[in-house]
């Protein structure tokens, strides 16, 4: 065995290949020097993999708005044609936020796809959803999530996954931890996700998240104005986009598509400065 026993030997070709939406993608953690204009967990955790124990190749087919569906008819056959030993998968969270979704049918297809990757014999992760406590409008929302969940774990269980059970993590529970439209993850979000999902593989690391000051306490007229920021900004939009049948994703492309090689020194930024057009 190799010196991680979740993940190959180092004589095999070690390719890791991340499958999903926004949450995968990176939205939050921003970064105009890699593509889409994001970093994310998965860059941070295919960068240490890297440092680790170098070789790794990695590609990242997962983009903003997918629903589970779309992540099946557009990711799943180019990630088995990659070969992957390593993969990731977080999908139905977008579905979840649908309010036509009936969440029997959604987990079925669910582990439609996890028997699917499981089958090719890679280290499978898999990931719980947060309960983000974004307005009140979407607490009917919490029973479905809570679904979501247990059948995640159930799945897990069942076919060997590795899960990460975002759903316990209780730093998520410091507003800072996410970007401003408090859907996303912000890149200490992304940097403390990353560092579970090493120590799930048992991948040696050294990121750490700085040591804050408690939070500030919110006077009410401040968060008045933080709330009218946020319908502004966010909500409105989103009920615009629904209404017009578009999403964020629709004319993007995934940001890794191909397996890369990620250098050991300078991760996936020196692999843009050195290959612009990749």
């Not at 440092?51 to 992540?71: D, V």
Request: positive net charge; charged residues 30%; proline residues 6%.
């Amino acid at each position: 065995m190799g010196s991680y026993p979740l993940l190959p030997d180092r004589d095999e070709r070690r390719v890791f290949v991340a499958l999903g939406d926004s949450f995968t993608e990176g939205v939050g953690d921003r970064s105009s020097r890699l593509p889409n204009g994001v970093r994310g967990w998965a860059d941070r955790v295919a960068e240490k993999l890297a440092k680790a124990e170098p070789g790794w190749e990695y590609a990242n087919l997962a983009i903003r708005s997918k629903r589970l569906r779309h992540i099946i008819d557009e990711q799943l056959e180019p990630a088995l044609a990659m070969e992957p030993t390593l993969i990731t998968l977080y999908a139905g969270g977008n579905d979840i936020l649908d309010l036509g979704t009936d969440i029997n049918v959604l987990m079925a297809q669910y582990e439609a796809l996890v028997a699917r990757l499981a089958a090719t014999g890679a280290t499978l992760v898999l990931f719980t959803g947060f309960d983000v406590k974004v307005s009140a409008v979407l607490e009917p929302l919490k029973k479905r999530n809570a679904v979501y969940n247990q059948r995640v774990r159930e799945l897990a269980a069942k076919y060997g996954a590795v899960l990460v059970d975002y759903w316990c993590f209780e730093a998520f529970h410091d507003r800072r931890m996410w970007d401003t439209d408090r859907l996303h993850m912000s890149k200490a979000g992304h940097k403390y996700l990353a560092a579970q999902v090493l120590d799930h593989l048992g991948v040696p690391h050294k990121i750490t998240l700085k040591e804050w000051e408690p939070p500030s306490k919110v006077t009410l007229r401040e968060w008045e104005r933080r709330q009218r920021r946020w319908v502004s900004d966010w909500v409105f939009p989103l009920v615009g986009r629904k209404l017009r049948g578009v999403t964020l994703g629709d004319n993007l492309s995934p940001r890794w598509p191909r397996p890369v090689k990620v250098p050991r020194k300078g991760g996936l930024k020196k692999l843009m400065d050195s290959s612009p057009s990749r």
